[in-house]
RNA sequence: CGGGGAUGGCGGGAAAUCGCGGCGGCCUGCGGGUCGUCGAGGAAAGUCCGCCCUCCACAGGGCGCGGUGCUGGCGAAACGCCAGGCGGGGCAACCCGACGGCACAGUGCCACAGAGAUGAGAAUGCGUUCCUGCGGGAACGUGAGGGUGAAACGGCGGUGUAAGAGACCACCGGUGUACCCGGCGACGGGUGCAGCCAGGCAAACCCCACCGGGAGCAAGGUCAAGCAGGGGUGAAGGGGCGGCCCGCCCCGUAAGUAGCCCCGGGUAGACUGCACGAGGUGCCCGGCAACGGGCAUCCCAGAGAGAUGAUUUCCACUCCGGCGACGGAGGACAGAAGGCGGCUUACAGCCAGCCCCGGACG
RNA sequence: UGGGGGAUAGUUUAAUCGGCAAAACAACAGGUUCUGGCCCUGUCGUUCUUGGUUCGAGUCCAGGUCCCCCAG
């Protein structure tokens, strides 16, 4: 993931989290709030629930790579923040991907492509 | 062939495509692009020891507190490593040990059982004397026998005695000590002497010897918005209430307001510390070894919401099904955050040579 | 990064200086009652784990696991 589209500062992260929509399901958490940029920013939290620091590190990539096929599809200018809960500790890159697009979807993010 | 012991090492390999971080070159419209190169571990882990480094404190000595505890060597140091001694375990190879002091400072504890748990003591027994209703009883001596216990002033034989006892004697065991021999030493072997025998626990208080200042990279250093402060210069104004004017109030009018210029300290923040080191690899030399020395060669992660990921093919390995071709499944423990030396803990599977025991065959 | 504390029956707590692991409630079984409750009796433990010291360890000493708290 580019530098640019990550979300890294500690204000950022906040407030997507307090103003933004969430959606939800057993894996995933993920907060959406308008950006003030053109393009989107996404930002990973991998608690110390989710497991080991293997375990953790593991998750946070699959998440990247996820979000790195999914940004295309996305319609730009948001800030999102993706929380993975404990549950998603040793899925496969398949599984959690399909899981997030349908988040996205929940959250009205996702381009029309009809 | 089967079982066991110790040591060292590996931790899948090759390739393609997409993607990420650091550094360097080039290009740039300063957003980035492109090429090259490097990019997790033996434990990176737990943070249990120690050191480097940084800041603070510091005449010298004592007390206190904490740590270590057989000997010699290695090492920057360590609750570290190597070799050896002693003790314990195992048929053995080997393994394990906080391994100074409880007789030469003192205190404490040793449940239950037992006469007695350290200057403590006799219920039974044995012996002598006395009493007797002949069943036994009392006093004294004794600590050998039996009995208790995890543990009981040593064991066996004799002398001795009323019965006995290290009371005495020889031998043995153990303790201390003097000398001799071997060893740098711990210690081992031998000879003589002593008192005749001294229980265990110091991971009980403690004593002895040696060692130890305190904090930690969020240490510390450099730069430095904003706010507050100081100095210089210096229009006489500046600010509050209010929609605005008037008005009122506050500060100032040279011991000087606004503005401008300068100054040190320093918060947010940024940079640094932060990757050439007790460094890795190979060969040679010294040493039983730990390790040391020499030469050659290499540069090898460095983030800051935090870089190693995804997909696919082939090969190797293990397991399952199958006569087979083949098909299917699986791949441990675990992720750098200043660095280094150790310890401890976790770990699928595999490799190498060595040693011991048992069996079979030649 | 540095420091402190804890883990005992299903739950909440005891256990003096190392000497037979207790109490209450809950659960289960039995008794009492026409039935239920109350009541009575009984049952239920890897003292977090692995070693060591000791004759003997919940207690003392090490290694490990998990949880809580404090300072920056």
Redesign the pocket.
């Known amino acids: 993931?580019?530098?640019?589209l990550?979300?890294?500062?500690?204000d950022d992260?906040q407030r997507v989290r307090e103003t933004g929509h969430t959606c939800q399901d057993h894996w995933l958490i993920i907060n959406v709030a308008p950006g003030t940029l053109p393009h989107n920013r996404y930002?990973?939290?991998t608690g110390k629930r989710v497991g080991?620091?293997?375990a953790r590190?593991?998750i946070?990539?699959?998440l990247?790579?996820a979000l790195?096929l999914l940004h295309a599809r996305l319609d730009q200018g948001y800030d999102v923040v993706v929380i993975a809960r404990p549950a998603v500790a040793g899925q496969?890159?398949?599984a959690i991907q399909q899981r997030l697009s349908r988040l996205c979807q929940q959250a009205g993010i996702v381009k029309d492509t009809t």
């Open positions: 993931m580019q530098q640019h990550r979300l890294r500062q500690r992260f930002g990973i939290i080991s620091a293997v590190n593991r946070r990539r699959l990247k790579e790195r496969s890159l398949a």
